[in-house]
């Protein structure tokens, strides 16, 4: 148990679809991201949010659409996405301005675009 | 961007055998994080260095903070079934917008034979 919950874990989806990752984390941290882990590439980060607002779009295409309500909570909108999109979709909270303290992640959703 | 070298990418070993794997990179930092990933789930983080020389150990798990400060070693003893995933180090800095970021390397994905 990482204090980080990712729902669901598992996601197959066609290419004209809406659906929504849902990542909690219960570790009081204030910065929250999402990762996309392809096969034989290292973690790539797509997103981050610091209490609240989104800082910084890693160049994401705009068919990923990130929303935190609050501190505790982020979701990963996803529409019309292709199949290179296949991936599995991490997100990692964090407590930004206190040194370098490590990102904790949580298991992922596989997402399967057909 | 900054680049992690992470060999060996995979070792096929016995049950019972010592592991040794490293990072490296051209630049410095002031922190290394190496992270295990089990299959179907998330990085867990395994050890956190954070001073030029220094040693940590978590169980049979010992890492290694290079005095140039641009590696970090990691050394598995005694290998049992449940040591198997990928293994990856990782480095917090900051991305272009000032937010701490990890930058992870490729991996080492690490097999029991039986």
């Known amino acids: 148990e990482t204090g980080v919950t990712q729902t669901p874990r598992h996601l197959v989806m066609g290419m004209t679809n809406k659906k929504s990752l849902k990542c909690e984390q219960h570790?009081?941290?204030?910065?929250m991201y999402w990762y996309k882990q392809s096969a034989k590439k290292p973690l790539e980060l797509m997103f981050v949010y610091n209490f609240k607002e989104q800082t910084e779009n890693n160049s994401v295409p705009s068919r990923f659409s990130p929303e935190c309500p609050n501190s505790s909570h982020l979701f990963l909108h996803l529409h019309t996405l292709q199949p290179e999109d296949s991936a599995l979709y991490l997100c990692?909270?964090?407590?930004?301005?206190?040194?370098?303290?490590?990102?904790?992640f949580g298991d992922g959703t596989r997402l399967s675009i057909l | 961007g900054q680049q992690l070298n992470q060999s060996p990418q995979s070792m096929f070993i016995q049950e019972g055998e010592d592991v040794s794997m490293n990072c490296t990179s051209s630049?410095?930092?002031?922190?290394w994080l190496w992270y295990k990933q089990d299959p179907g789930e998330g990085p867990v983080l395994l050890i956190a260095l954070y001073k030029a020389g220094e040693l940590t150990s978590n169980g049979r798990l010992t890492a290694q903070f290079g005095i140039t400060r641009k590696d970090s070693f990691l050394n598995i003893s005694a290998s049992i079934p449940s040591d198997v995933g990928i293994y990856f180090c990782?480095?917090?800095?900051?991305?272009?917008?000032?937010?701490?970021?990890?930058?992870f390397g490729t991996g080492t994905r690490l097999t029991i034979i039986p």
């Open positions: 990782a480095v917090p800095g900051r991305s272009n917008f000032g937010n701490e970021k990890l930058t």
């Open positions: 990692a909270s964090s407590q930004e301005h206190e040194g370098n303290q490590p990102q904790h």
């Open positions: 630049s410095i930092f002031n922190t």
């Open positions: 570790l009081g941290h204030n910065a």
